[in-house]
């Protein structure tokens, strides 16, 4: 089973990262203000970003990577 590392960009701009087994599932949850609380109030979110991996620990590790990344660092991840 593969896994997906996401970066979502917010209505306010900024930046939201997680992972999910479905990705296309995962997106309609968080625009539909199902998925988590961060993007609940920063409605509709937009995927910028995915990444897949073989494994859910190695999407894990991936999540928090990106997650201590700076804002500038994460936009240099997009291009």
Do not use: W
């Amino acid at each position: 089973m593969a896994f997906f590392v996401y970066l979502l960009e917010c209505s306010d701009g900024s930046y939201y990262c997680g992972f999910t087994p479905d990705l296309e599932k995962r997106l309609k949850a968080h625009n539909s203000g199902k998925a988590s609380k961060y993007t609940r109030a920063k409605l509709p979110v937009k995927l910028v970003f995915s990444e897949t991996l073989e494994t859910k620990s190695l999407a894990l590790k991936r999540e928090a990577q990106i997650k201590r990344l700076s804002r500038k660092e994460k936009e240099k991840l997009l291009k």
